[in-house]
């Protein structure tokens, strides 16, 4: 693994284009759901004076070690837990999910309804969604799931370094 690795620069100015147009004066507290080494590197440096906290499959190495391995701040805390188990009494002010709900079948025999209904139960104000567009996301049921939550307030595009063609989507929640 990489120890200079650092986040790619498409990565980077589309997570910045998201996050800059979160209208919040203050930002206290984000949550990092399924994590991995760009998310990570991504948020600890972006909110150096935050601790973020950054969910991960019991057990899923593929993400804890390149986290652990690749990311240098150490204002984070992971945590090894499905998401449908998740426990929080804190209102948060930004959920990122970065490649998330691509995997989200991958563990537990999770299915991509129960993690999208699950993802947006969560009380946060803001939530980024990053997806790869070779991900088998249904569209039409997160627009769905989005238009009775909230709206979308920034949407960006990049093709990766790799080729890759993402998409970014800033929702603002209505439940506060």
């Known amino acids: 693994m990489e120890i200079n690795w650092q986040i790619s620069k498409s ?9 800059d147009a979160i209208e919040l004066k203050e ?7 399924g994590s991995g080494r760009t998310s990570i590197f991504y948020l ?3 909110f150096k004076n935050l601790n973020i906290k950054g969910v991960v499959y019991p057990g899923d ?6 986290i652990k391995e690749c ?3 150490s204002n984070y805390e992971l945590i090894e837990t499905d998401i449908k188990d998740l426990n929080l ?23 991509y309804v129960e993690m999208l209904e699950r993802l947006f139960f969560i009380k946060t104000r803001y939530l980024v969604l990053v997806n790869l567009f070779r991900d088998n996301i249904d569209y039409g ?28 989507i800033l929702i603002k929640l209505n439940n506060f």
Request: aromatic fraction near 6%.
């Open 11 to 19: 990565q980077k100015e589309l997570l910045d284009s998201l996050f």
């Open 27 to 33: 930002i206290k507290n984000v949550l990092d759901i």
């Open 44 to 46: 600890t440096d972006r």
């Open 61 to 66: 190495q593929r993400k804890i070690n390149p």
């Open 71 to 73: 990311v240098k701040n």
């Open 89 to 111: 009494d804190e209102t948060l002010d930004v959920i990122l999910a970065h490649l998330f709900l691509g995997e989200a079948e991958q563990f537990g025999k999770n299915r």
């Open 141 to 168: 049921l997160l627009l769905k799931e989005i238009s009775s939550k909230g709206s979308i307030t920034k949407l960006g595009y990049i093709k990766s370094e790799s080729g890759e063609d993402c998409l970014g």
